[in-house]
C-alpha cells in the first residue's frame, strides 16, 4: 500500500524537505501555508480535512470522477482551479509529484533555469 499523509504537518515536512529553493513558511488570512516564489504553493483547507494543491478545475474533476473518496470539494473553492485531498488518502508520490511541478509553474524563468542547470551539473 502507498504511504499516504494524514496533517498538514506532514504535507508541510514533505514540501520542505524536496529542497526547492525559494520556498517558505507562511500564514495566510491566519492560516499557515508554505509559499513557492512569494506565491501560494499547498496549504490546508479550513473548511475541510483536506490539503490543497494547485491544478486546474478540469483536472479536479477528473480526479473527482475517478476518486471522490480521495479528491473533495467544498464550496468556497468551486470556481477555483485548486485540488483538495482528503487527509489520509494524501498520495506521497502524487504529493511530491503534484508540489515540484508546481513549484516548476511558479518559479520565475531565471530561478528556473539556474535551477536545472544545478541539478543537471550534479547528476553528471
Known sequence: MAETL?????VKALGLSLGLPHVTVAVSWGNEN?????KL???WSPYLDAAIFKGSIEEREMLMSADPDTF????????S????VAAGRID??????????TWRTLAPKRVLKTWD???ASTQS
Open 6 to 10: 494524514k496533517t498538514w504537518e506532514e
Open 34 to 38: 508554505l509559499k513557492a516564489h512569494g
Open 41 to 43: 504553493w499547498t496549504w
Open 72 to 79: 473533495v470539494l467544498h464550496p468556497h473553492y468551486q470556481n
Open 81 to 84: 482551479g485548486l485540488i483538495l
Open 92 to 101: 506521497l508520490d502524487w504529493a511530491t509529484a503534484r508540489l515540484q511541478q
Open 117 to 119: 542547470a544545478d541539478q
